[in-house]
């Protein structure tokens, strides 16, 4: 399950939109180690710059599940967007950037998300996830 979701959480879906607030709450609670490294590459993009990016491969396959579901959802990854206020981009089992909105379409981006970028970020360790 990508989410623990409250029995107060659910009548609140159940009933129609669910505010942001309320729904990255509930995925700073659900996937701790996900919301640490997103909120540790959004200080350090707000630190400067347009880019700023996390290579730390995750210390177990728990926190490896957890940043996997946390971006490959497009709602979750939306409301940590929307909530820290940057877009995100994701490489294999733990790279993680954000850049400025201003800077997607931009260079860096785009080599970030490019087939290149993705091929130059792969190695023997890394083939497992």
């Not at 990508?2 to 029995?7: C, D, E, M, Y």
């Amino acid at each position: 399950m990508s989410l623990t979701v409250s029995p107060d959480l659910l009548a609140v879906a159940e009933r129609g939109e669910v505010p942001d607030a309320e729904f990255v709450d509930c995925v700073r609670t659900s996937l701790p180690y996900a919301w640490d490294v997103v909120s540790k590459v959004m200080a350090d993009l707000e630190a400067g710059g347009e880019f700023a990016d996390h290579e730390i491969p995750p210390p177990s396959d728990v926190e490896r599940g957890q940043l996997l579901r946390a971006l490959a959802s497009d709602s979750i990854r939306g409301g940590l967007e929307r909530h820290f206020g940057a877009k995100l981009a994701f490489q294999n089992c733990h790279r993680v950037a954000a850049f400025r909105f201003d800077a997607v379409g931009g260079d860096r981006y785009q080599a970030f998300v490019s087939p290149r970028g993705q091929l130059l970020n792969q190695s023997p360790e890394l083939r497992n996830c």
